[in-house]
C-alpha cells in the first residue's frame, strides 16, 4: 500500500496529458514485468477459458488509471485519493452478485456513510465545480477498479499475480496505442525519472504484491486493508507538494475511511 500509494503525488507532479502518462506507466511497468517473469521462468500460457477475464481485467484496469489520474489533475491529492477509497464499499455491495456470496445488509448502511463522506469531500455538487468532477471521476474510478480486481480474484490462484499484470500492462499499451500518435509525447524527455518511479515502485512493485494479497484474503478484505493508502498519500502530498487538505476533506475522508474500519472489525469477528 505504501508504494501504490506514491500514484497520487506522481499522477499530479508528472507534467503530461494523462492518457501519455499511462500508456507510458503500461510500456514501463510491463517491460520490467517481462523480465521479471523470465527472472522467475513463469509461463505465458493462459486458458482458452481465462482469456475474457483477463481482458476485461486489463481493461477495467486502464479505465481505473486514466478516470483517477484526470481527478487529480482536476482536484489535489487528497479528493484524488479519497474519492478512490469508496472502492472498498463498492467492492462489498457488489462481491455478492459478481462473485455469488453472501450478501450483507450492513453494507447498506457503510454506503451511506460512503455517500455522506463524499458529500463533505464536495459541498456544491456544481458541474462547473472542478472538485465536483474530480470526485465523480474518482467514483467511477473506484467502479472499475473495484470490477478488475472482483474479475481478477478467482485467476490469481491459477496464475502468478506478476503474469497477470504483465497481461493487463500488455492490454492497455494497446489499447492507448493511438495516443502516441495523436497526443503530445515531448514531455518525456523531462518526465521520464518519474514516470519510471509509478511504472516500477507504484505499479510493477505495488500492484503486483497487492495482486499476491488476494490469495490470503477476500477481495473486500485487502480493499479494507488498503485503506491506509490515501493516509500514506495525503501524507507523501504535504511533504513533496505542499498540499493540506482543508477541514471539510478531513471530516468526509474520516468518514470514508471509518466505513472501510468498520468493516474490517467485522470481518475480523
Keep these: 500500500m505504501l508504494f501504490i500509494s506514491t500514484s497520487g503525488v506522481l499522477g499530479r507532479y508528472i507534467d503530461m496529458p494523462v ?31 481465462d482469456r475474457w477475464a483477463i481482458l476485461w481485467g486489463g481493461i477495467f484496469m486502464g479505465l481505473h488509471w ?67 468532477k474530480a470526485v465523480g471521476l474518482g467514483v467511477l474510478s473506484a467502479l472499475c477498479y473495484a470490477l478488475r480486481n472482483l474479475i481478477t480474484k478467482n485467476k490469481v490462484n491459477t496464475y502468478h499475480g506478476s503474469m497477470i499484470m504483465w497481461y493487463q500492462m500488455i492490454i492497455i499499451s494497446v489499447l492507448l496505442l493511438p495516443v502516441l500518435f495523436i497526443m503530445d509525447t515531448s514531455g518525456i524527455a523531462t518526465q521520464w525519472p518519474w514516470a519510471v518511479m509509478l511504472a516500477v515502485v507504484t505499479t510493477a512493485i505495488g500492484h503486483t ?15 479494507i486493508i488498503s485503506s491506509v493508502q490515501p493516509v500514506y498519500g495525503i501524507i507523501i502530498g504535504m511533504l513533496f507538494l505542499g498540499e493540506i487538505p482543508i477541514p471539510a476533506t478531513i471530516i468526509g475522508g474520516m468518514l470514508i475511511i471509518a466505513s472501510v474500519v468498520i468493516e474490517s472489525i467485522r470481518t475480523y469477528r
Design 19 to 49: 492518457p501519455v502518462t499511462i500508456i507510458f506507466r503500461a510500456l514501463l511497468a510491463g517491460f520490467f514485468l517481462w523480465l521479471f517473469c523470465k527472472w522467475k521462468k513463469l509461463s505465458f500460457k493462459i486458458a482458452s477459458t
Design 66 to 132: 486514466i478516470t483517477y489520474f484526470y481527478a487529480l489533475k482536476m482536484s489535489n491529492v487528497a479528493i484524488g485519493m479519497l474519492s478512490l477509497f469508496t472502492y472498498p464499499v463498492i467492492t462489498a455491495l457488489l462481491e455478492p452478485i459478481v462473485l455469488r456470496t453472501k450478501f450483507q445488509k450492513m453494507h447498506f448502511i457503510l454506503g451511506g456513510l460512503v455517500l455522506l463522506g463524499i458529500y463533505f469531500l464536495v459541498p456544491d455538487f456544481s458541474l462547473e465545480n472542478s472538485y465536483a
Design 209 to 223: 504484491l497487492f495482486l499476491f494479497s488476494l490469495k490470503r484474503f477476500s477481495t473486500t478484505t485487502a480493499s
